[in-house]
T-cell receptor, first 112, second 115 residues
């Protein structure tokens, strides 16, 4: 039962352009969403998060958008840089719960 | 380096053997998590500790798996009678109850191969 889905296994983008990574969820109880980035041979690192009371959160080149009615969130990276090439995981949790549910990840390639 | 550390980084074992992994969280973090990640998937939650108390266990954690966190510091994950299906990356993460508690800091993982 995949509660968090990332339907695009990979995405290729030209340097300087926008990268858009998508994520869908099924559990209405989720009220906090996170994006993690993972380089090879390293553990995931936290990138940005958003609470369900917001529809947008921005941090530098990274912006996360949340559409609760569609149970959809997206991560925008502008402008994309070659160093952004990594696997990006969407994750979700709910208040009072201890576990974080991760999607399968999207591998981003940023071409120079 | 004051990040989360895991030992060993790689473990190759034969089916039926027992293995134990160690995780040292960031020192001031009282929350500790174990995840398992297989190829092409995201991390799957296994178990959670707050200080020394194990507060949640996933159904993925069969009776062959046991985790401990004595004294609320480092944690160990033991797998008894390993099976080939246990081959995966085992990730440990820690977080604090203060500040942005939702953000977890991950270690580099222990890659287990069961032959």
């Amino acid at each position: 039962d995949q509660q968090v889905k990332q339907n695009s296994p990979s995405l290729s983008v030209q340097e300087g352009r926008i990268s858009i990574l998508n994520c869908d969820y099924t559990n209405s109880m989720f009220d906090y969403f996170l994006w993690y980035k993972k380089y090879p041979a390293e553990g995931p690192t936290f990138l940005i998060s958003i609470s369900s009371i917001k529809d947008k959160n921005e941090d530098g080149r990274f912006t996360v958008f949340l559409n609760k009615s569609a149970k959809h969130l997206s991560l925008h990276i502008v402008p994309s840089q070659p160093g952004d090439s990594a696997v990006y995981f969407c994750a979700a949790k709910y208040t009072g719960g201890f576990k974080t549910i991760f999607g399968a990840g999207t591998r981003l390639f940023v071409k120079a | 380096d004051t990040g989360v550390s895991q030992d060993p980084r790689h473990k190759i074992t034969k089916r039926g053997q027992n293995v134990t992994f160690r995780c040292d969280p960031i020192s001031e973090h009282n929350r500790l998590y174990w995840y398992r990640q297989t190829l092409g998937q995201g991390p799957e939650f296994l178990t959670y500790f707050q200080n020394e108390a194990q507060l949640e266990k996933s159904r993925l954690l069969s009776d062959r798996f046991s985790a401990e966190r004595p004294k609320g510091s480092f944690s160990t994950l033991e797998i008894q009678r390993t099976e080939q299906g246990d081959s995966a990356m085992y990730l440990c993460a820690s977080s604090s109850t203060s500040g942005s508690y939702n953000e977890q800091f991950f270690g580099p993982g222990t890659r287990l191969t069961v032959l």
